[in-house]
């Protein structure tokens, strides 16, 4: 069974598909960024707070050696979700 546009049982051309793709692509990239943009935008208010390389979780500092490969890091090691 076929990919076919919304509505009708007519199955997409390949043009079409191509250019579902990077719709998608652009809304993909799009997100990203705005969370990228998100992450910074938190990590300034931080300094601005004076508040920057203090983690969230638990208080503590954050290694200088994480902040400068992680600057927009908001947690130490051990609260990090994702090691």
Do not use: K, N, W
Request: some cysteine.
């Amino acid at each position: 069974m076929g990919t076919t546009q919304q509505g009708t049982s007519a199955p997409l051309t390949a043009r079409q598909l191509e250019q579902i793709r990077a719709e998608l692509h652009r809304e993909r990239m799009h997100h990203e960024g705005t969370l990228r943009f998100d992450v910074i935008t938190a990590a300034l208010d931080r300094i601005d707070a004076g508040t920057y390389g203090v983690c969230l979780d638990c208080d503590t500092a954050i290694p200088y050696e994480r902040l400068s490969v992680m600057p927009e890091t908001d947690r130490c090691v051990g609260c990090s979700p994702v090691h």
